[in-house]
């Protein structure tokens, strides 16, 4: 049988990097690999496709009714359930189940993963936040860079770089909406505040270009992302597989569901089922990185050991969103060139630990109007004349905490193949809630501490360190090259292998380490 160098399961932003740092050795991608419907691309913004189209209701709605499921069920993020993006969620109850109590997130089985719908939010690891890590900011720095290079990443070196780090080589930051230029302007002026109240305030970094960069368009402002994918100017890494398929670098197989691996004398078999045939195929490599996210890569590993009785860990990012509003943008009118994407971010510092505690600003006016009409206490007909009025002027913070470890969160196999996910309970930190909705008054925003909302656990969609790497890994857990204890050619390239989840988004870092084991694997496979 055919053995590959190395065979990487999934195409999300670990198994993407993974393989891009693996360039130079026969690589087989093992995906399951949904894609978007090739169905004609919204082109145009939506006032304009608005006045220019008879009827939006398959796109925004969909014939299934699609973008109204938080209507009548658990609540999913609202990109994830619009018509157009819901290949990012497919199937994954059916092929990849789980069984909660307290889980609300999902799962992706599509290519390029759930970073089909992300934020875009691209934040460099500190030290600090690598605390734990068996690895520096140095084993990644010329990972983060090269990435900078190949997917671009626009923001700015400002009052948030000793969060973020100092990078010479990002793009121009996207422009602000005017709601966000006022909070930015009114920021300055009252940055001292801030500063001796442990607040800080400056432009996100995204992996959004706002100049044209490797064939990609930048970004238009057409306020989409909520219904439209694979928009050229929003990195996904759908593009790093299409290039690596282009250049001969990778084969990648979609259809393919990995169930488990066994380890040979020198090599690893992967064991798939072939969603379409239903059929068992086996696979060798020389390697094997499993990228199939967390939550699956745990599942396999779990899978492959027969193991039905381990608990292991789960970690995400609790959460808490804070509506903000300013009362002179009530009845302003709306941009016609606008963006859902973040425009600012804050860090506050726990008074306690010393830990920043990130938050990222975002408008309102990318999503559909019923996704908060019913949350409104008025009429239905008078709630929507206060949207109309109110979305010029509210936005809204959501603040990521560092994810906590506890006996109460935890991963485990059932025997029917179920996996089983509870999170522990977490009420976010008032203190610091409290002081940053002050300091938001103090500069003409209006909120309160009774308006804030805590998703739950499980939709900050960040899951991680369930087979954490450590410097002298113990069972379920990996060494600093992501190789899993106890195995001789299995590697863990997603957030599977943190050693932590600091209040930061981490699929940056999920890149650069994974480009950092793909290059390290490469490197002794030759
Ligand atoms: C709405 C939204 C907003 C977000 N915003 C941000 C943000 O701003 N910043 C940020 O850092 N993060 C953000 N995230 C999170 C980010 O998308 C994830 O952290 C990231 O995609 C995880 O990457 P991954 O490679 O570990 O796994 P995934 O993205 O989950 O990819 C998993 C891959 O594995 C494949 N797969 C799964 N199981 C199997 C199997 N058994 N066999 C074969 N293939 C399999 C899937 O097809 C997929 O290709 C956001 C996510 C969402 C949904």
Known sequence: MDCFDAIVAGSGPGGAFAAYGLRGKRVLLLDVGYDAAASPRLSGNVYDLRRTRDDLFPELIGE?????????????????????????????????????????????????GLANAWGAGVYRFTNRDLSGFPISNDDLQSCYDELVRHIGVSGANDDLEPYFGRDEALLPPLELSPLFSDLLARYERARDEFARAGAFVG??????????LNGRAAYEYENLEFFQPHIPAIYTPSYTIDQLRSEGAIAYLSGRLVERFQERAGCVEVHTRNIETNEMEVWRGRKLCLAAGTLNTARIVLQSAGDYATRLPVLDNPMACIPIFSLR???????????????LNCVIEDRDSGEPV????????????????????????????LLRHVAPAGGLLMLFYPGVESPRSYLRLSPSGELEVEFA?????????????????????????????RPGMGQALHYAGSLPMRDKPGPYQTHADGRLAGTAHVHIVDGACFSRLPSKNLTFTIMANAMRIGRLLARGLS
């Open 64 to 112: 299934n009714f699609e973008s109204l499921h938080n209507l009548h069920d658990r609540p999913i993020s609202l990109k994830l359930k619009s018509p157009l993006l819901s290949f990012v969620v497919r199937d994954w109850r059916s092929l990849t189940p789980i069984v909660s109590q307290t889980f609300e997130g999902v799962i992706s089985l599509a290519k390029g």
């Open 358 to 385: 990130q938050g990222t600003l975002y408008g309102s006016t990318g999503p559909l109007r019923s996704d908060v009409l019913f949350t409104l206490p008025l009429s239905f007909r008078s709630n929507l004349t």
């Open 329 to 343: 943008r009530i009845g302003a009118g709306l941009s016609l060139n606008d963006s859902s994407l973040a425009q």
């Open 425 to 453: 309970e977490c009420s976010g930190n008032p203190e610091i809630e409290g002081r940053i909705i002050r300091l938001l008054r103090r500069i003409g925003y209006l909120t309160h501490p009774a308006l804030v909302q």
């Open 203 to 212: 432009r996100a970094r995204l992996a959004v270009l706002t100049q044209p």
